[in-house]
């Protein structure tokens, strides 16, 4: 169409049609896993970090797709896991329990760090982070904060993640900052799952992106429905399971087959 190039999702069928092996109760990430299987794909990063893990369900979708893909890459996961204002506080179990599944699945080459932002700056040299993902504290100094900090450490064709930019409520700040980001950065903002902006930060826009920042606005919109939906299709799954596995529900023998049914599909 016009000799541009189109993102086409359908390209990369075989992480898009992933099933996620672990899901939480926090559901916050659930839409945007699909979206995070793609991209896996796209860009085959040498080097992910995120900032803000909690419980894991974002984090763990990376894993599981470089995992998948075979690539060579190093993950971190950088938390306290003691919590902030906005996720809520909690105690050492989250980390344990995420520890215990994580470590003997993806500890060959990912690991989980358990400090702050700025300590773990440390550890990585300029220019070596291929894919960012900031999800901690969400007032906009913070992330702000995190962006500047982390900025130097990216590649030249470092990518950003940012969630939560369409959330604008509880001091929420980062449809700030992403209002700033996106008009000094090649950019694509999914509305849904509270939002999901993705920047291009290096000197070099990876190839694979270039069609989905370059897409009009009825392509995005496509773009946008068609996550959503993919993405809606997680969340709804996982409410289902939830339901199933509720001990309030009368364990009938009818239900105990709905259950091995939904074991099966998922």
């Known amino acids: ?6 993102f086409n999702p359908l390209d990369y069928s075989k992480s898009l049609l992933q099933e996620p092996q672990r899901l939480s109760d ?12 793609v991209l896996t794909e796209m860009l085959k990063p040498r080097v992910f970090v995120e900032l803000g893990t909690h419980k894991g369900d974002s984090y763990l979708a990376f894993c599981q797709a470089i995992d998948t893909l075979g690539l060579v890459a190093g993950c971190y996961a950088v938390d306290t896991w003691q919590g ?39 550890r990585f040299s300029g220019e070596s982070i291929d894919l960012l993902h900031i999800d901690g504290l969400h007032t906009y100094e913070a992330v702000k904060h995190d962006f500047e900090t982390w900025l130097p450490k990216m590649s030249g064709s470092g990518v950003v993640l940012f969630h939560d930019t369409a959330v604008r409520e509880r001091a929420f700040g980062v449809w700030r900052l992403w209002e700033e980001i996106s008009e000094k950065y090649p950019s694509f903002e999914f509305k849904h799952g509270h939002g999901l902006g993705v ?40 409410q289902v399971q939830a339901l199933l596995e509720s001990p ?13 049914i939904w074991k099966k599909i998922c």
């Not at 169409?1 to 189109?6: A, P």
């Not at 920047?199 to 946008?224: H, K, M, Q, W, Y």
């Open 199 to 238: 920047a291009a930060v290096g000197s070099t826009v990876p190839e694979p992106l270039s069609g989905l920042f370059s897409a009009d606005a009825r392509d995005a919109a496509n773009i946008c429905r068609f996550f959503h939906l993919m993405g809606e299709r997680i969340a709804k799954g996982r």
């Open 84 to 122: 902030e204002e906005h996720a809520g506080f909690y105690d050492e179990s989250v980390y344990e329990e995420l520890k215990a599944y994580h470590n003997p699945r993806y500890g060959r080459f990912s690991e989980l760090v358990k400090c702050t932002f700025d300590e773990a700056l440390a």
């Open 1 to 6: 169409m016009n000799g541009k190039s189109l």
């Open 248 to 260: 309030s529900w009368r364990v009938t023998a009818p239900l105990r087959k709905m259950r091995r």
């Open 26 to 37: 926090v559901t916050s990430w659930h839409e945007h896993i699909p979206f995070a299987f």
